[in-house]
């Protein structure tokens, strides 16, 4: 395994939520940063950044635009998610990549009864394609990054609270706690584990800025508000959404409802072990209890 420095990295779906997060920080901590877009795409990006027009459904096109790079990071929607990142992972070897990020990004996919749910299958086995590959080649490495839900664009999207429509639900009584970061302190985790390549190879990483329980964001989100009137309470059980979702799998294996056991649900990993955490190798802080506070003011 090299543990050489990495200086040029490419990222996939840089014009998304996430990915514009990742750029961002990247571009700050002084990486040189190579933009994948899709061929005919119009999307601008910093000066400071190379774009490089490609053909995700050919490895070779995407080999060619890794050749030199050191690491590949990808932040991908979830519509392309498989094909295009087993395709960037083939690519990435081909060309001699050092180290791959998948667009993991969320809940606890290490945690078996997380990555047992139909919705992760495609992380889980593009997880699987990265460790065959690494084993393979120990030119080749790989950090998968463990974050739970974006705290600020679950606010202010009304995933995990919405205070547009001054509606909660608190799902199993609401006192449970998990993990959450901000996309601006994911990309941080991004760009600390391409700066500690050695400590992080093979294996996933563990940052959270916070732990949330729904209860605990609605006295947060009432607080945004000016106090508890107008607001909806939807009292739900994990049990029952995971039997919806079950039922219905074959028509839709996706299903969000699955994304919802695993944040909400017992026993699915969603609030990590604090001896996991890679807060402090990756430069992490957590967040006060202010401003918690201030990133739902915002999304009020």
């Known amino acids: 395994m090299s543990s050489n420095a990495i200086t040029k990295v490419a990222l996939a779906g840089a014009a998304g939520n996430l990915g514009s997060a990742i750029l961002k920080q990247l571009l700050a901590d002084g990486f040189k940063v190579t933009v994948l877009t899709r061929e005919g795409s119009t999307h601008t990006f910093p000066a400071s950044v190379t774009v490089a027009h490609v053909d995700y459904d050919s490895v070779d096109s995407l080999a060619k635009a890794l050749k030199g790079q050191d690491a590949?990071?990808?932040?991908?929607?979830n519509a392309a998610l498989h094909k295009q990142q087993v395709a960037l992972v083939e690519a990435a070897v081909k060309a001699g990549v050092k180290r791959f990020?998948?667009?993991?990004?969320?809940?606890?996919?290490?945690?078996?009864?997380?990555?047992?749910?139909?919705?992760?299958a495609s992380k889980v086995a593009v997880q699987k394609l990265l460790k065959e590959k690494a084993a393979a080649d120990p030119n080749f490495t790989y950090t998968v990054v463990i974050n739970g839900p974006f705290l600020d664009w679950g606010v202010q999207v009304g995933f995990l609270v919405n205070l547009k429509k001054k509606q909660v639900t608190l799902y199993d009584g609401g006192d449970r706690h998990y993990s959450v970061t901000t996309l601006g302190g994911i990309a941080k985790g991004v760009a600390g584990v391409l700066k500690k390549p050695a400590e992080t190879a093979n294996r996933p990483v563990y940052i959270q800025e916070t732990t949330v329980s729904q209860r605990r964001l609605?006295?947060?989100a009432q607080k945004a508000t000016g106090g508890p009137d107008g607001w909806t309470v939807q009292e739900v059980n994990t049990a029952d959404i995971l039997a919806q979702a079950e039922a219905e799998k074959a028509k839709d294996p996706h299903s969000f409802k699955f994304i919802i056991v695993a944040v909400y649900?017992?026993?699915?990993?969603?609030?990590?072990d604090k001896e996991k955490l890679d807060n402090e190798l990756l430069g992490i802080k957590e967040l006060t209890e202010e401003e918690v506070q201030e990133i739902v003011n915002r999304a009020a």
């Not at 809940?107 to 990555?115: D, F, G, I, Q, V």
């Not at 017992?266 to 609030?271: E, H, N, P, R």
């Open 72 to 77: 590949v990071v990808a932040s991908v929607g």
């Open 101 to 120: 990020i998948p667009s993991d990004f969320g809940s606890n996919t290490a945690h078996p009864k997380a990555a047992a749910l139909p919705a992760y």
């Open 218 to 220: 609605y006295e947060l």
């Open 265 to 272: 649900a017992d026993g699915y990993g969603s609030l990590f």
